[in-house]
T-cell receptor, first 118, second 115 residues
Framework: AQKVTQAQTEISVVEKEDVTLDCVYE???????LFWYKQPPSGELVFLIR??????QNEISGRYSWNFQKSTSSFNFTITASQVVDSAVYFCALSEAYSGAGSYQLTFGKGTKLSVIP | DAMVIQNPRYQVTQFGKPVTLSCSQTLNHNVMYWYQQKSSQAPKLLFH???????NEADTPDNFQSRRPNTSFCFLDIRSPGLGDAAMYLC??????????????FGPGTRLTVT
């Protein structure tokens, strides 16, 4: 069975600090997809990134970067020079390769609430 | 802008009084989902449609039903809301299943209060 663990329930940082959100996953599949979503206080989940299991390249998008390591089953998310607008709940999610009706399911972690203090 | 729209944003209903939440999309995506999210929890998938094919998650209560009359619209019907059904209801769409790597796009949600 697949599982996603976000051990950090809440993190507070002061603006301009860097912060890393941890995500550890479990799956028996060799083909799978990992996602990060942001949920600001307004409630809408915003898609940030998708990574497939065959692509271990790290990715950078502006102040955001992601480190995918299959050896440790981790897909960590770093925000550089955090800003107040980064305050949100961040969810890591996993989907195993398509195999029918169950393949629509995203397995979410419990989320990490990030508070950036001005 | 292409998007996922949910109406209303806030809904108050009485215990046992049927309620319908609506979702529309301009993304022309094949898949539409309904999630329930309670405070400080991750979203929980209730059901999804791939085109007109409906799939109910095993633990979705019978109290919850859904309709998708066309590609753009999807409705969530709660036949007899209980206090435990108070939650945020999120609609999402994707071009293909998550198992094919498709990301999901979410609407802003409808916050349901049951009195």
């Amino acid at each position: 069975a697949q599982k996603v663990t976000q051990a950090q329930t809440e993190i507070s940082v002061v603006e301009k600090e860097d912060v890393t959100l941890d995500c550890v996953y479990e799956t028996r599949d060799t083909t799978y997809y990992l996602f990060w979503y942001k949920q600001p206080p307004s409630g809408e989940l915003v898609f940030l990134i998708r990574r497939n299991s065959f692509d271990e390249q790290n990715e950078i998008s502006g102040r955001y970067s992601w480190n995918f390591q299959k050896s440790t089953s981790s897909f960590n998310f770093t925000i550089t020079a955090s800003q107040v607008v980064d305050s949100a709940v961040y969810f890591c999610a996993l989907s195993e390769a398509y195999s029918g009706a169950g393949s629509y399911q995203l397995t979410f972690g419990k989320g990490t609430k990030l508070s950036v203090i001005p | 802008d292409a998007m996922v729209i949910q109406n209303p944003r806030y809904q108050v209903t009485q215990f046992g009084k049927p309620v319908t939440l609506s979702c529309s999309q301009t993304l022309n995506h094949n898949v539409m989902y309904w999630y329930q999210q309670k405070s400080s929890q991750a979203p929980k998938l209730l059901f999804h449609y791939y085109d007109k094919d409906f799939n109910n998650e095993a633990d979705t209560p019978d109290n919850f039903q859904s309709r998708r009359p066309n590609t753009s619209f999807c409705f969530l019907d709660i036949r007899s809301p209980g206090l435990g059904d108070a939650a945020m209801y999120l609609c999402a769409t994707s071009r293909n299943p998550a198992g094919l790597g498709s990301e999901q796009y979410f609407g802003p949600g409808t916050r349901l209060t049951v009195t």
